[in-house]
């Protein structure tokens, strides 16, 4: 275990040059505290029930960050009956996910033995879920006629699930002819997948494939597969996935009658490999999310195709995307393919990217950009101080990149309301704190102070300016100082600090006479309060493009047009910029609460 913990201090490490590499989200940083291997190591000194749960979290961060042998090792350790009913399933689901990526099937099995062996209450979707890893584990064996078999009794116990389709039409392509025909079973879903499967496999051009596929819908129109094609035969046929809207009350229909100009069909451009595949994922879920939240309230929700930006060029994807009748794109993620795009005249297709070019200015017609920026946060603490009379400010910022870039944001914006800077100390995170501290203060006492940093760092400044009898001092921070997660033992340091969020994560500061924005897909994505809390701002962050790529039209046409997202209140800017407004909250007795300025008395 020892080199394990080496392996992660060198993935925390990683994690905080990422926050200021060049091709990652402007969002994405880490110089925190919350890292796989804090969690394991205070796992070494808890009881065996909290250590196990601890390194349920530990691992989940490493699958996160792309670590997935490690994460399944420490996975594999769990005694899975010490967990919370909830934490189980969680085990479950994740380690026979990373038993199917790392060709360990005995892990799989292992998982979804929770299915048969323990009185846990699952989630259709996650019974779901457990089923298809467990066929897939026997596919990954070579049986896949015992895997077709598993899945198909399982939409039949499911009242023809289409949830299924994707799964049993992938196992169904890797059985030969004779196997096909040895599926169990001789009822309409089992005939109809065998026609289904024979009529692909003999028919080879597009257009006589669409022709039979569509003849067989007809033959077979309560079949789940004709009313949700599999998505890979979909493709090949160059057909809609969903062709019948479903007439059940349950799952409205997506034709809902959309506003005019709204989007019906929208293109997504992210990774499926690499760095920011993590991050990508997260975003899907968001966009997936609030897809399923607007169908079940009967409102128009276009549909989503995702496309990979690491298998094709960018105009590859736009040509694909376009044959297929997108009328809007979300992505790019990666920053430089931003900022490649941003040196074009125009796009092939309305584009929402979910970040920010390098360019000074985005004159690309057609382009929009959103992204969760710091820079945004310390550009509004300027402002937000300024309001409350303060003119003279001390800044305390990391010295990498980032927070070089912070810096300069708060600088500019704070110099252009013709205030002044006392003195501004960029720290080493991992160096003590007294010592920024003490330098910070060398100069006197400025009327605030601008601080960027993570929690664990941040908690450790008022202390210190308090033993320098610099207490009562005005303290303006970014999001990144709060986990994220009420914990007023650990944050009572903090009491008195400003700092802005996101809405989804201070759900203090709403109720029923002020909702907090798209509350339906929050309490989905975080149904037990335990979701993971970086990649909760990812999903909200999806929730909101996949809002925004249905008014792009309407931000375009109307300047002052806002959207009171999950990341906040979004308006469009002259560069086609999405620039967000944030709620602001303020540390009483360590927990966040609603706040107004406060300058110097």
């Given at each position: 275990?020892?080199?394990a ?13 990422l ?18 291997e ?14 196990t ?8 961060l ?29 085990w ?18 292992k ?8 009185n ?9 879920q ?28 499911a ?8 799964a ?11 196997q ?71 799952t409205p ?6 506003p ?11 990774p ?39 298998t ?46 390098s ?13 969760l ?24 910022t ?16 704070w ?5 002044q ?9 991992t ?14 006492r ?55 969020n ?6 203090e500061l ?13 309490q ?18 999806g ?10 039209t ?24 999405f ?23």
């Amino acid at each position: 275990m020892r080199d394990a913990f080496q392996r992660l201090a060198g993935l925390a490490l990683t994690a905080t040059l990422l926050g200021g590499c060049a091709s990652a989200p402007s969002f994405f940083g880490g110089f925190g505290s919350n890292s796989p291997e804090r969690l394991l190591t205070d796992a070494q000194s808890q009881p065996l029930p909290q250590a196990t749960a601890t390194r349920l979290k530990a691992a989940t961060l490493l699958s996160q960050q792309g670590e997935q042998g490690l994460a399944l090792s420490i996975l594999s350790s769990l005694d899975d009956r010490l967990l919370s009913p909830q934490d189980r399933i969680q085990w479950a689901l994740l380690t026979a996910r990373l038993g199917l990526e790392q060709h360990n099937s005995g892990a799989t099995f292992k998982a979804v033995a929770l299915l048969e062996n323990s009185n846990l209450s699952l989630a259709t979707e996650d019974r779901r879920q457990l089923t298809i890893y467990r066929a897939q584990a026997f596919g990954e064996q070579g049986d896949h006629l015992k895997a077709a078999s598993m899945l198909l009794d399982a939409q039949r116990r499911a009242n023809s699930d289409a949830g299924y389709n994707d799964a049993i039409w992938l196992q169904l392509q890797l059985l030969s002819n004779p196997q096909l025909s040895l599926l169990p079973g001789k009822d309409d879903l089992s005939i109809g997948w065998q026609e289904l499967s024979t009529l692909a496999r003999s028919t080879s051009q597009q257009d006589a494939l669409q022709a039979a596929v569509r003849d067989w819908q007809q033959r077979h129109a309560q079949h789940p597969a004709a009313i949700q094609l599999p998505a890979a035969l979909a493709q090949l046929a160059g057909l809609a996935a969903v062709v019948t809207p479903p007439t059940s009350t349950d799952t409205p229909s997506s034709n809902a009658q959309a506003p005019t100009g709204t989007p019906t069909r929208i293109a997504v451009f992210l990774p499926q490999s690499g760095s920011l595949a993590p991050l990508a994922k997260a975003i899907k879920a968001g966009i997936d999310t609030q897809r399923s939240a607007l169908l079940s309230a009967g409102q128009p929700a276009p549909d989503v195709d995702y496309y990979d930006t690491t298998t094709a060029t960018i105009d590859d994807l736009y040509a694909q995307a376009k044959t297929k009748g997108a009328q809007v794109v979300i992505g790019p993620l990666d920053k430089d393919a931003v900022t490649a795009l941003e040196s074009r005249s125009d796009v092939t297709l309305p584009t929402l990217a979910l970040n920010y070019g390098s360019s000074a200015q985005n004159a690309t017609q057609s382009l929009y950009e959103y992204g969760l920026s710091a820079e945004d946060e310390a550009r509004q603490a300027a402002q937000y101080a300024g309001d409350a009379g303060l003119t003279q400010a001390s800044l305390l910022t990391p010295d990498n990149d980032w927070g070089h870039r912070v810096e300069d944001a708060f600088r500019q914006q704070w110099q252009y309301q013709n205030h002044q800077i006392m003195t501004a100390v960029r720290y080493a995170p991992t160096a003590p704190v007294s010592g920024s501290v003490k330098t910070l203060a060398a100069t006197g006492r400025p009327q605030m102070v601008f601080m960027f940093a993570m929690p664990e760092y941040a908690r450790q400044v008022p202390p210190f300016l308090k033993y320098l009898h610099m207490d009562n001092l005005p303290i303006y921070a970014t999001s990144h100082v709060y986990t994220g997660r009420a914990n007023a033992s650990q944050d009572s340091d903090l009491n008195g600090v400003l700092f802005p969020n996101i809405p989804w994560y201070l759900p203090e500061l709403y109720n029923d006479s002020n909702p907090m924005p798209y509350k339906d897909s929050y309490q989905r994505l975080n149904a037990d309060g335990k979701a993971s809390i970086t990649l909760l701002k990812l999903n909200a962050m999806g929730v909101d493009a996949y809002e925004l790529a249905q008014r792009l039209t309407r931000f375009n046409d109307s300047p002052d047009t806002k959207l009171e997202g999950a990341t906040g209140t979004l308006q469009l800017d002259a560069n086609h910029r999405f620039q967000r407004q944030l709620p602001w909250a303020r540390f009483q007795q360590g927990r966040p609460t609603p706040a107004q300025p406060t300058s110097q008395s």
